[in-house]
């Protein structure tokens, strides 16, 4: 019996070459479906607000897939942010001195995800092990981390500059970006 047991644990835990596939296929659509839905995530210079008729632009005029995260440039929607708040000079100053300080910190980051996520779009291609892919799939969430991590930071640091009627008009402007999570 101890034999019997021995081979039937053996066949449970090697799985079956159709079943590696299937888990492949399965951890290739997922990592497929996160890296284009990663636009719409938090990236708080890339979010448009277009129409439902017209696509998102990026900043030569083309259409814009919108699975392109990190297409604009860094620090594109402080205008914006400061006339929705009705920012005083003194808080444009200091905003823009946050923004600003951010970026030595965000820009390389935002590259870096560029790039690894172009590497991981042409490995799945190409035809990458599974093995390689899952890792560049790895390595772009924790990019992705990282940014999301720095752009709360700045936004904290944004609002720090900010009156509670303010508050109330940058979180707005945030979330017709898309870039928090709505009140449920």
């Not at 897939?65 to 620090?75: D, H, L, N, Q, V």
């Not at 779009?121 to 093995?131: A, Y």
């Amino acid at each position: 019996m101890f034999v019997g047991a021995r081979v039937f644990m053996s066949q449970l835990l090697r799985p079956k070459r159709s079943d590696v596939l299937a888990w492949t296929g399965t951890a290739l659509a997922i990592a497929i479906a996160l890296i284009a839905s990663s636009a719409s995530i938090a990236d708080p210079d890339d979010k448009d607000t277009p129409s439902k008729s017209s696509p998102a632009k990026n900043a030569a005029g083309t259409a814009k897939s919108p699975a392109e995260p990190f297409s604009r440039p860094y620090g594109s929607h402080l205008q914006a942010i400061l006339d929705t708040v009705s920012a005083t000079p003194e808080q444009r100053s200091s905003i823009t001195a946050v923004v600003e300080a951010f970026r030595p910190k965000i820009d390389p980051l935002r590259q870096t995800y560029n790039q690894k996520r172009q590497e991981f779009l042409t490995g799945i291609t190409t035809g990458l092990s599974s093995d390689q892919i899952m890792v560049k799939q790895t390595d772009l969430s924790q990019l992705y981390s990282d940014i999301s991590c720095q752009y709360c930071r700045m936004s904290l640091e944004i609002r720090r500059q900010l009156r509670p009627e303010q508050i109330v008009q940058y979180e707005s402007y945030r979330m017709k970006q898309g870039w928090g999570r709505k009140k449920q």
